[in-house]
């Protein structure tokens, strides 16, 4: 018998049982187990029923995805469903914990299927760039319909216990804890009702009569949300065949649609998207049982933006957090903020009413230090000036415990100048957020040169705690994201005075599968936030903080973005769409005429290529200069905090697809018609291009 697949006898019932920590993943082990463990139970004559449970936190949580990319090892799963299917005795399947993908298509095959009312059940293929390839496609249509079974395949989201019952995907939610109870319930009511063998396949009331249009629609709305992937359109032709085929057929045409996007690029990059976010975790040099501190209470100060969406971080965690600003109105607006978003949330069914007044008790404003004396972690959400930040921490210094946790959410400042304004620098951290902070996923925590490991364990371990994506970072002017994002926005800006408009600009970065070009982007955050940055940095000297005339002339009319309804581009007001507006086309060219710049034709190609290997060779400086230790580490960064898109990778994962030697060429190329220091050939790059290698070979 199999080590990870056992078969025992309860009664008259079979139980088979998988046990593949950590989540039942189907690997060869486990299909092999399965097959074993089947053909006992149909041999077994003690046995009228067969029970197929799992152990663990989870039934089976999917195909191996560690497999995928390499030959795959028999039994194939379809093979192992199809004998699931066609079993001789009832099969029922008790589900907890997360039933997906290729774990819930054996449960499909099933005779009957009960989960606990905790347990969730999906497909979530679509968001690897794959479709259920063994048999789902083909078994969910066959219990719930085509059009519910398009709808669960092409979120690739789970749903609820209750929901799937509702569904017809299960026959019972059981209340008690225990899987294999409730799977031993339903086993003796089936044999107490003299339930015989139910094969989904050769189900057929829930694909008769389908409305022949139901396809285009779906193909329709694909073609407008999801038309530069590859999976979501096959999906909808499998699904289509479930309906249209006789089963094998159909199973058949799933296995060539499958097999298609296996072979995908997107498939590529979305299972090292998928890995990339908890590969991160792990930490070079920082052993997983480091100690932690016990963090139990926070407090934010800065009671702004930043801070607010920083203080529900960790009130939607279960944390007590306190919120502090130095002025009393400007605390009571940031605490309303607060109930203004949760509110939100809750119209849009989201939260309960319970659940707002619940998270909004746990948050506690306050105007005194001293009511920090206890938090285990104080973050700082400060206005971005040193001086400011600097009196910040030196209070902290005096009125925290020891052992306290010392945060900055700085974005671009030196975190080692903060932790200098205390006696405790190996207590200071950086926890770098991105706005809106209680929505975007990446946390970049900043590295200081004396930060204890003991802290840099916490903090990455609070990451995870609060939902985020954490990825350590070192030191620099805009740590990791936002100094490859300044890359961009640089050659977005040159490539406008070359002769492109910020329109063309912004759609050739849409088409790459960014939500936003750069221009829309300023105009999201503000283009009064740059201006007044700029401003601090032209204010202290910085050679490198170029004025950028008519961006900040537009600052200087008033016209920061979406905040006033117009920017670079105009908005009708209330809405968000970026509408090209023909006085900032009129402002550009008087600018460049000022500046003698002749504009030119710029290809979309030029425009993709120069902004993506610009970060690609900024991202190589970064690896050589330590800031961040991995490509995995940019890949995550680029993938939760600026949306790059996961079907293409990371940004080194897709460099690596295109080639170094081409990026290599070209980015030298850019350097011999441009110059600049931002255009010198990273050594990194140069090195792996001449060796035939990839960021991936790192
Ligand atoms: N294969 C291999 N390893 C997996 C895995 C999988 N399917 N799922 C998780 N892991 C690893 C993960 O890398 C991590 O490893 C550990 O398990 C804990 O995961 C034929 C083709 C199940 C909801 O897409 O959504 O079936 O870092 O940190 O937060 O049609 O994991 O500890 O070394 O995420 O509690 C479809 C993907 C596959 C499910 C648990 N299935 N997994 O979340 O833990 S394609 C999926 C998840 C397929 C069929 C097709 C989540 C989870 P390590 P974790 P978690």
């Known amino acids: 018998m199999s080590s990870v697949v056992s078969y025992r006898r309860v009664g008259r019932v079979g139980v088979i049982t998988v046990d593949y920590p950590p989540v039942n993943a189907v690997g060869v082990g486990v299909r092999n187990g399965l097959r074993s463990a089947l053909d006992a139970g149909l041999a077994d004559a003690g046995a009228?029923?067969?029970?197929?449970?799992a152990a663990g936190r989870t039934f089976m949580a999917g195909a191996d995805i560690k497999e995928f990319g390499k030959p795959s090892q028999p039994p194939i799963l379809p093979e192992v469903i199809a004998a699931f299917d066609a079993s001789a005795k009832p099969i029922v399947a008790a589900i907890h914990g997360t039933a997906l993908g290729g774990g819930l298509e054996v449960a499909l095959a099933c005779h009957f299927r009960v989960a606990l009312r905790s347990a969730k059940l999906g497909l979530p293929e679509v968001k690897l760039g794959l479709l259920p390839g063994a048999?789902?496609?083909?078994?969910?249509?066959?219990?719930?319909?085509?059009?519910?079974?398009?709808?669960?395949?092409?979120?690739?989201d789970p749903v609820t216990a209750a929901t799937a019952l509702e569904l017809g995907l299960i026959d019972t939610v059981d209340d008690g804890d225990s899987a294999l109870d409730a799977g031993l319930r339903l086993a003796e009511r089936a044999l107490a009702e003299g339930w015989a063998p139910r094969p989904t396949s050769a189900r057929t009331d829930k694909i008769t009569n389908i409305d022949p249009d139901l396809f285009a629609g779906y193909r329709a709305t694909l073609a407008k949300r999801a038309r530069h992937l590859f999976s979501p359109h096959r999906c909808v032709d499998a699904v289509e065949a479930a309906v249209a085929l006789p089963f094998a057929d159909g199973v058949?045409?799933?296995?060539?649609?499958?097999?298609?996007?296996?072979?995908?690029?997107?498939?590529?990059?979305?299972?090292?998207?998928?890995?990339?976010?908890?590969?991160?975790?792990?930490?070079?040099?920082?052993?997983?049982?480091?100690?932690?501190?016990?963090?139990?209470?926070?407090?934010?100060?800065?009671?702004?933006?930043?801070?607010?969406?920083?203080?529900?971080?960790?009130?939607?965690?279960?944390?007590?957090?306190?919120?502090?600003?130095?002025?009393?109105?400007?605390?009571?607006?940031?605490?309303?903020?607060?109930?203004?978003?949760?509110?939100?949330?809750?119209?849009?069914?989201?939260?309960?009413?319970?659940?707002?007044?619940?998270?909004?008790?746990?948050?506690?404003?306050?105007?005194?230090?001293?009511?920090?004396?206890?938090?285990?972690?104080?973050?700082?959400?400060?206005?971005?000036?040193?001086?400011?930040?600097?009196?910040?921490?030196?209070?902290?210094?005096?009125?925290?415990?020891?052992?306290?946790?010392?945060?900055?959410?700085?974005?671009?400042?030196?975190?080692?100048?903060?932790?200098?304004?205390?006696?405790?620098p190996q207590d200071v951290v950086g926890m770098h957020f991105f706005s809106p902070a209680n929505v975007m996923r990446l946390l970049e925590n900043v590295r200081g040169a004396q930060t204890a490991d003991d802290v840099l364990a916490t903090v990455m371990d609070l990451a995870r705690r609060i939902g985020k994506v954490g990825v350590l970072v070192g030191v620099c002017y805009g740590f990791v994201g936002n100094r490859i994002l300044h890359q961009r926005g640089r050659e977005s800006m040159a490539l406008v005075e070359e002769g492109a408009s910020p329109q063309q600009a912004d759609r050739v970065l849409t088409e790459f599968g960014f939500p936003?070009?750069?221009?829309?982007?300023?105009?999201?955050?503000?283009?009064?936030?740059?201006?007044?940055?700029?401003?601090?940095?032209?204010?202290?000297?910085?050679?490198d903080a170029q004025a950028v005339n008519w961006l900040d002339a537009l600052a200087e009319q008033g016209r920061y973005g979406q905040k006033t309804s117009a920017g670079i581009y105009r908005y009708e007001p209330g809405s968000r769409v970026a509408i090209p507006d023909p006085a900032v086309d009129a402002l550009i060219s008087a600018d460049r005429a000022k500046r003698g710049l002749v504009p030119r034709d710029v290809s979309d190609d030029e425009i993709r290529d120069r902004c993506l290997y610009a970060m690609v060779n900024e991202a190589a400086k970064i690896l050589d200069e330590g800031i961040a230790a991995r490509p995995v580490d940019v890949d995550a960064i680029w993938l939760h905090g600026y949306g790059f898109p996961a079907h293409r990778g990371g940004l080194l994962?897709?460099?690596?697809?295109?080639?170094?030697?081409?990026?290599?060429k070209a980015i030298d190329g850019y350097h011999a018609r441009f110059g600049g220091s931002h255009w010198e050939l990273s050594p990194l790059l140069r090195r792996l291009a001449q060796e035939g290698r990839g960021f991936r070979d790192l």
């Open 516 to 543: 936003l070009g750069h221009f829309a982007m300023t105009d999201l955050a503000g283009i009064d936030v740059g201006w007044r940055i700029r401003e601090e940095r032209r204010k202290s000297g910085d050679p």
């Open 252 to 424: 058949a045409r799933e296995r060539e649609l499958f097999f298609a996007c296996m072979e995908s690029p997107q498939r590529a990059g979305l299972i090292h998207s998928f890995f990339a976010e908890r590969e991160v975790a792990k930490i070079p040099g920082l052993p997983a049982d480091t100690p932690k501190r016990d963090v139990r209470s926070v407090a934010v100060i800065g009671a702004g933006t930043m801070g607010g969406g920083i203080a529900m971080c960790f009130a939607n965690a279960g944390f007590p957090v306190q919120l502090l600003d130095t002025a009393a109105e400007a605390l009571e607006r940031g605490v309303q903020a607060i109930r203004r978003n949760y509110e939100a949330s809750a119209k849009k069914g989201k939260l309960t009413d319970a659940q707002v007044e619940s998270r909004m008790a746990l948050i506690r404003p306050t105007l005194s230090y001293d009511d920090l004396a206890d938090a285990d972690l104080v973050i700082e959400a400060a206005f971005e000036n040193m001086e400011i930040k600097r009196r910040i921490f030196a209070e902290l210094d005096r009125v925290c415990k020891p052992g306290a946790i010392l945060a900055t959410n700085t974005s671009t400042l030196d975190v080692n100048a903060i932790a200098a304004a205390t006696c405790r």
């Open 653 to 664: 994962f897709w460099a690596d697809q295109v080639g170094l030697p081409v990026i290599a």
């Open 135 to 156: 048999g789902g496609t083909q078994r969910l249509p066959r219990l719930i319909g085509p059009a519910k079974a398009l709808d669960m395949i092409l979120s690739g």
């Open 48 to 53: 009228d029923i067969l029970l197929l449970t």
